[in-house]
């Protein structure tokens, strides 16, 4: 392990740091408690070892900083002293320490404390890896109960609106046929206005007002029109139906060919709404892709995630890009990339973790890109990010052609489907 050796006697330090090289470790030495916390801020040590008694900042000085500094995974901290009372120790241990080694010292006694500290390290990062397991097997099933949810609403949204869908558009169609016959009679009694004003010029004076007050030649130049405005909407109302139900294709639960271009249309028409709301620009750049295969749905997710987060960190009228394009190697990427507000770098290593998110509370759940992040991984692809502060944020998504075998046939969690 890493160990930060501190202690202003250069004789005590070199024999300490010689039985710690021999027995393993990569030792970082420091002359005094400043310079030790000069290098605690730059780097990661799991492990401690002071002296007690330095000038500016002592041993306990410096484990008690050690111990309010909010930086990820245990410290474990040994101080080294002759003190020996009752209440020295006290005091030590309140300052955060975990052990002591007494002077002179005892380079067994050395040896032993010190795999006491690497062994609970040790457990340390086994329990921390054993909980982010945890939490991804829960953002899975959080996913697969939201995704089924997602199918099943999709899909009675397409069969209770397709029908009445189904139902105007034919009534359209009689009234609009029925529409322009009537037209074509009310030309033909037009073509006779003069000749019943000659007949009957009350009657020819009666039509010729009620023709005007209902603005009668608009009406029958833009009657086509509005049948065409009417038609168009339910068409869209149809798309927007079929969209939603090819985007939650959550029953496919094995690898099938898919278009990743026709999938990146798709997830920008069911985020119309949100990209009209904020005027957005949205730039396609769609190279001609092979068939992927994959899991159609799961990856309308990944990319559904992303692009919400797109918009939802650009400002008014900003800008999102979308490209394709087939790489080496039989992969394909995709990216999609804004201009908007950007990731810090203290948080960016944390984008992927589940539950991680720099939202307001009850604004986001921290899911949506760990849930992309392990379905990428499912597929024997990669996702990576790129971003800078006030400047956007770019996402590459990469994707094999040839998945691997035990991918096609197995779950998340390696159990074998079907």
């Known amino acids: 392990m890493k160990v930060l050796l501190v202690d202003d006697d250069v004789l005590t330090r070199l024999v300490m ?77 309140e300052a955060g320490a975990d052990d002591f080694l007494s002077k002179p010292l005892d380079a067994e006694e050395f040896r032993v404390r010190v795999r006491v500290g690497e062994r609970i390290i040790r457990l340390e990062q086994t329990l921390v890896e054993q909980n982010r397991a945890l939490r ?32 105007v558009t034919n009534n359209l169609a009689v009234l609009r046929r029925d529409m322009m016959a009537a037209l074509e009679i009310l030309n033909l009694y037009q073509s006779a206005q003069a000749r019943l004003a000659e007949i009957e010029p009350t009657l020819a004076a009666t039509t010729h007002h009620l023709a005007e007050e209902m603005d009668l030649a608009f009406f029958q130049s833009h009657l086509p029109r509005l049948f065409d405005k009417t038609q168009a909407g339910l068409e869209r109302v149809r798309d927007i139906v079929n969209n939603l139900r090819d985007f939650a294709r959550l029953d496919e639960s094995t690898f099938k060919d898919a278009d990743l271009n ?15 709301k904020k005027q957005m ?25 992303i692009l919400l987060n797109a918009v939802q960190a650009c400002p008014t009228e900003g800008t999102i890009e979308l490209h394709s394009r087939l790489l080496p190697g039989a ?88």
């Open 17 to 93: 740091q010689t039985h710690l090289e021999r027995w393993g470790h990569q030792v970082v030495t420091a002359g005094d408690g400043a310079a030790a916390w000069e290098r605690f801020q730059v780097e990661e040590f799991p492990i401690v070892i002071s002296d007690w008694i330095m000038p500016e900042i002592d041993g306990v000085e410096l484990i008690r900083r050690i111990r309010a500094c909010p930086r990820p995974g245990y410290v474990y901290a040994v101080l080294v002293t002759a003190k020996s009372q009752r209440e020295d120790l006290i005091a030590g241990m």
């Open 136 to 167: 991804e097997a829960q953002s899975a099933l959080i996913q697969t109960e939201k995704l089924a949810s997602l199918g099943q609403l999709a899909a009675g949204l397409a069969h209770e609106i397709n029908n009445p869908i189904a139902f």
């Open 331 to 418: 992969q394909v990427e995709i990216v999609i990339r804004d201009n908007g507000s950007g990731i810090k770098p203290e948080h960016l290593e944390h984008i992927f973790d589940p539950f991680f998110t720099t939202k307001p509370l009850g604004e986001g759940t921290g899911l949506g890109l760990s849930v992309a992040y392990g379905i990428i991984k499912e597929h024997g692809g990669a996702i990576e990010v790129e971003s800078q502060p006030g400047r956007g944020t770019t996402f590459r998504i990469k994707l094999p052609l040839v998945p691997p075998q035990a991918t096609r046939g197995q779950d998340r969690f390696g159990q074998t489907r079907g």
């Open 281 to 305: 620009h949205l730039v396609r750049c769609l190279e001609e892709l092979p068939p992927v295969p994959c899991q159609a749905g799961k990856i309308n997710q990944v990319f559904l995630n």
């Open 262 to 276: 026709a999938a990146l249309d798709t997830t920008v028409e069911i985020l119309h709404h949100e990209l009209k």
